[in-house]
């Protein structure tokens, strides 16, 4: 069952987010097997005060997510994001599937 890596951060160094960390992280992303399907700087608060940007993954299992947050080659990306990021918060959670019907 596909999981989801959601992170929410303030890029606070936009030029070394897209120049070293965004093109370092998408080859080991694909050896993941993972699809990015929300990458935004700024989005709009509903409620409270999260950070400014937020990044959805989509990965073919939890182990997937684990693997690719414990990837050795990930990580000096993931320090050189904890520095050019503020208000990080990262999470997986499970793809979502209704209840079966109890008829």
């Given at each position: 069952m596909a999981a989801y890596f959601?992170?929410?951060?303030?890029v606070t160094d936009q030029t070394a987010y897209s120049e070293d960390y965004v093109p370092g992280v998408l080859p080991i992303l694909a050896k993941h097997g993972a699809e990015i399907l929300v990458a935004a700087f700024e989005t709009q608060a509903l409620q409270g005060e999260p950070a400014d940007g937020v990044v959805i993954v989509r990965f073919p299992s939890e182990q997937a997510v684990r693997d690719f947050v414990n990837d050795p080659d990930y990580r000096p990306l993931k320090e050189l994001r904890l520095?050019?990021?503020t208000n990080a918060s990262a999470v997986l959670a499970p793809e979502f599937e209704w209840p079966e019907s109890q008829e």
């Open positions: 959601i992170l929410t951060q303030t520095r050019i990021t």
